[in-house]
């Protein structure tokens, strides 16, 4: 089966502060995960994704298959990354991708 | 190009009402989805479509029903509506799947109340 946990669902830090949102994953195969966000009156959109390796508005995610996760980082919180934050999960050649419950990021000014 | 376009944006029923939400993609993508959000849930999967003509059931498909129109449309309907199926709605749709990596373009959403 396929479960992904993002164990906080609230998580405020202070601008300019280091931040990581938390993921797990429970999959038996290779996944294919990424990470999702939704800001205030947008649709959800895609942040990045762990095949690409790529750093997107400062984020950043390392899959660490020993530890079944791909936390989002970024060294320094701004105001603008105030939002909604999903993991997500593809089994490996599945069409369905299996969400995460949401961690709503808050940063203070 | 609009992306995946959601109808309506919002709707109240009574419950025992039916009713059917819309969704079109104009990105030629195979594969559609039809997601809840609700709070503390996160996003759990209904039914999705890989492909025109096929049809999967999801996480919660109990209580509504879909159908692959064609390639562009995907439609989500409820026979009789349940005060537990409040919730906002997402269509979503991607490339297929085995292409590897193929993110989800979403709608803007269907904010359903059921009272």
């Known amino acids: 089966a396929q479960r992904v946990t993002q164990p906080e669902k609230l998580l405020s830090v202070f601008k300019g502060a280091p931040v990581e949102l938390k993921c797990n994953y429970s999959?038996?195969?290779?996944?294919?995960l990424f990470w999702y966000v939704q800001y205030s009156r947008q649709r959800l959109q895609l942040l990045l994704r762990?095949?690409s390796r790529e750093s997107i508005k400062g984020f950043t995610a390392d899959l660490n298959k020993g530890e079944t996760s791909f936390h989002l980082k970024k060294p320094f919180a701004q105001e603008e990354d105030s939002a909604m934050y999903y993991c997500a999960l593809r089994g490996q050649g599945a069409q369905k991708l299996v969400f995460g419950q949401g961690t709503r990021l808050t940063i203070n000014p | 190009n609009a992306g995946v376009t959601q109808t309506p944006k919002f709707q109240v029923l009574k419950t025992g009402q039916s009713m059917t939400l819309q969704c079109a993609q104009d990105?030629?993508?195979?594969?559609m989805y039809w997601y809840r959000q609700d709070p503390g849930m996160g996003l759990r999967l209904i039914y999705y479509?890989?492909?025109?003509?096929?049809?999967d059931k999801g996480e919660v498909p109990n209580g509504y029903n879909v159908s692959r129109l064609n390639k562009r449309e995907f439609s989500l309907r409820l026979e009789s509506a349940a005060p537990s199926q409040t919730s906002v709605y997402f269509c979503?749709?991607?490339?297929?799947?085995?292409?590897?990596?193929?993110?989800?373009?979403f709608g803007n959403g269907t904010r359903l109340t059921v009272t």
């Open positions: 979503a749709s991607s490339e297929a799947g085995r292409q590897g990596n193929s993110p989800l373009h």
């Open positions: 762990h095949i």
């Open positions: 999959y038996s195969g290779s996944p294919e």
């Open positions: 479509s890989a492909s025109e003509g096929t049809t």
């Open positions: 990105m030629n993508h195979n594969s």
